[in-house]
C-alpha cells in the first residue's frame, strides 16, 4: 500500500572459483551489490535504489543482505513511483561471476487502504472458447474517519477493459449495479474476496487488459485495481504445439529446436463440415505472435529466408527449426552460459582400478548439440563431447578436470578434483602370474629343507652303527 512498507526477501548463489583462459583457479570474491529499478542490467552508470559502493542511498531504501548470499531490500514510506520492476545485481572480481538477477520482483503500490488484487497474467484463449480470470482481493475490515472506526461494506464490484477504470457511468463489462451486462461476461466472485470472471465466446476485442474495481461505503476503501489481467486470444481453432526447455548456443555454433504441433482436422460452420488443411508455417523470434505482418525468421511462404534458418518439418505436424551460425541477435529464444562438470561419484576421492564418468552441463539448457573439449590441469585431452568416461583409473588420472564449448575459451567449467587415495596409491596391483612364482618357490625352498634334514638324519644315524 502506498504510504506502507514493504520487504522483497531475495537470496542468490555466487560462484565458488572460476577457470580463467591459462587453466588456473581465480577465486571469487563479491565487491559490489546493488538494486535497480525498471533498468534490465544494473551496471554501474545504471541509477539505482542502493549501491554497496555508494554513499548517496535514498533512505527509503535499506539493504537487510550482505555479499554472501542474502540480498533482502526493505523499502519505507512506498510510493507510486516504486510501481515498477526490481532487479539484483552483484558484481565480483570476475565479471564471468558477475549477474542481474532476472526477471526480477514486481511491485505493485495500491492506493486504496488495506487493498490487494490477486490475478494471473497473462491469460491465452483460442477465439470462441470460454476462459476464466481466476482473481480475489482483500478487502479492509474498517478505516478510521474523524477518530472513529468505520465498518467497512462492500457496495459495488466492477470490471471493465483498457482504458476504462471502472468507474460509476463509464463503460464496463460487468457492474454488480446494472441490469444490461453484457451475457458473455459472467462475474462467478462475489463481494467478500472472489473477484473471479468468466468471459464466453472470446473475440478479437477482448485481447485487452481487464481491471477489477470495488466500492464500498467509504470512498477511502474503495479502488480501481491498476495493474490488471491482460487477455490475449489466439485466432487458431484447436491448436497446440510443443516446444523444448531452453537451448544453449554459442556464437557460431549450430542448434536445432524440435518442434511438433497438432490441429484439428476439420471445423463445422454454417455450410456444413469444413477439413483443416495446414497452408503456412511461420517462426519469429522476439513476438509473441508470428502475424502475416510480423518479422519472421522463416516463412513457407517467403522465398527471402534467412539461409541460417533452415525449417526441417513439414506441414503434417513436425515444425522442428534449424539454425546455423548463430549470432548473438538469436539470443530471443537462445542462451549461452558457464558450464559445469557433475560426476558419477560426488566425493571425488577414488581408489586404483575403479571408473568414473564425468558429465559437462549447462545449468538452465541443454547442450548436447554443442562440442565439448576436456582439460586436465588445464592441458587439453584427446577426448571431446559432453560425457568424459575413465576406467581403470591409475595415479596419473589425479587432477583437475574442467569442460569447455570449443571455439568459446569464456565457458571453461569450475575445476572439479580427482584424487586416488593415498593408501591405493602406494598399493602395487595384483599380478597373478608374480604370485604363482612366489608359490612354486616356496614349495621348492621347503621341499629342499625337508630332503636336507632326512639326509642329516640318516647320516647320523649310520654314524651310531659303525660307533657299536
Not at 472470446?202 to 485487452?208: I, K, P, S, T, V
Request: charged share 25%; with cysteine; aromatic share 8%.
Amino acid at each position: 500500500m502506498k504510504g506502507s512498507t514493504v520487504t522483497l526477501p531475495c537470496s542468490f548463489t555466487p560462484l565458488k572459483s572460476v577457470v580463467d583462459g591459462n587453466g588456473r583457479e581465480v577465486l571469487i570474491e563479491v565487491n559490489r551489490v546493488v538494486w535497480c529499478k525498471n533498468h534490465e542490467t544494473c551496471k554501474s552508470t545504471t541509477p539505482s535504489v542502493y549501491d554497496s559502493e555508494s554513499n548517496n542511498h535514498d533512505p527509503r531504501y535499506s539493504y537487510l543482505g550482505d555479499k554472501k548470499g542474502d540480498c533482502t531490500l526493505h523499502i519505507s514510506d512506498l510510493q507510486e513511483k516504486d510501481d515498477t520492476t526490481f532487479r539484483f545485481r552483484v558484481e565480483t572480481n570476475d565479471r564471468r561471476a558477475s549477474l542481474t538477477g532476472q526477471p526480477g520482483v514486481r511491485v505493485t503500490v495500491a492506493g486504496a487502504l488495506g487493498q490487494c488484487v490477486n490475478y494471473p497474467d497473462p491469460v491465452w484463449g483460442v477465439k470462441g472458447s470460454t476462459i476464466t480470470l481466476p482473481c480475489s482481493f482483500t478487502p479492509p475490515k474498517s478505516v478510521i474517519d474523524n477518530g472513529r472506526e468505520v465498518v467497512i461494506e462492500i457496495n459495488r464490484v466492477a470490471w471493465c477493459k483498457s482504458p476504462h477504470i471502472c468507474l460509476t457511468g463509464t463503460p464496463s463489462v460487468y457492474d454488480s449495479e446494472s441490469n444490461n451486462n453484457d451475457p458473455r461476461y459472467s462475474y462467478v466472485g462475489d463481494k467478500k474476496g472472489d473477484c473471479t470472471l468468466q468471459i464466453s465466446d472470446l473475440q478479437e476485442e477482448d485481447d485487452a487488459t481487464f481491471r477489477f474495481r470495488m466500492e464500498a461505503n467509504d470512498s477511502s476503501a474503495s479502488f480501481t485495481d491498476q495493474s490488471g489481467v491482460r487477455v490475449r486470444v489466439i485466432d487458431a481453432l484447436g491448436l497446440s504445439v510443443n516446444y523444448p526447455g531452453p537451448v544453449c548456443g554459442v556464437v557460431g555454433s549450430t542448434v536445432t529446436l524440435p518442434c511438433s504441433f497438432n490441429t484439428l482436422k476439420s471445423v463445422v460452420d454454417d455450410a456444413g463440415e469444413c477439413l483443416i488443411e495446414v497452408i503456412r508455417d511461420v517462426w519469429c523470434n522476439n513476438h509473441e505472435f508470428c502475424l502475416l505482418t510480423t518479422p519472421s525468421v522463416y516463412d513457407s511462404k517467403s522465398q527471402n529466408n534467412n539461409a541460417r534458418y533452415r525449417y526441417l518439418g513439414d506441414k503434417k505436424g513436425d515444425c522442428t527449426l534449424h539454425i546455423s551460425d548463430l549470432q548473438e541477435d538469436d539470443d530471443a529464444t537462445l542462451r549461452s552460459s558457464f558450464m559445469e562438470i557433475r560426476s558419477s561419484k560426488d566425493d571425488g576421492e577414488f581408489k586404483r582400478g575403479e571408473e568414473v564418468t564425468l558429465n559437462c552441463s549447462a545449468a538452465s539448457c541443454t547442450i548436447h548439440q554443442l562440442e565439448v573439449s576436456w582439460f586436465r590441469d588445464g592441458h587439453a585431452l584427446s577426448e571431446s563431447g559432453p560425457v568424459l568416461h575413465l576406467s581403470n583409473l591409475t595415479a596419473k588420472d589425479s587432477g583437475n578436470y574442467t569442460c569447455g564449448l570449443k571455439r568459446n575459451n569464456g565457458t571453461l567449467s569450475a575445476p572439479y578434483s580427482l584424487h586416488l587415495g593415498a593408501e591405493e596409491e602406494g598399493t602395487k596391483a595384483f599380478d597373478p602370474l608374480l604370485a604363482v612364482h612366489l608359490l612354486l618357490f616356496t614349495l621348492h625352498t621347503v621341499f629342499i629343507v625337508i630332503v636336507t634334514a632326512i639326509m642329516i638324519k640318516r647320516t647320523c644315524i649310520c654314524k651310531k652303527k659303525v660307533t657299536v
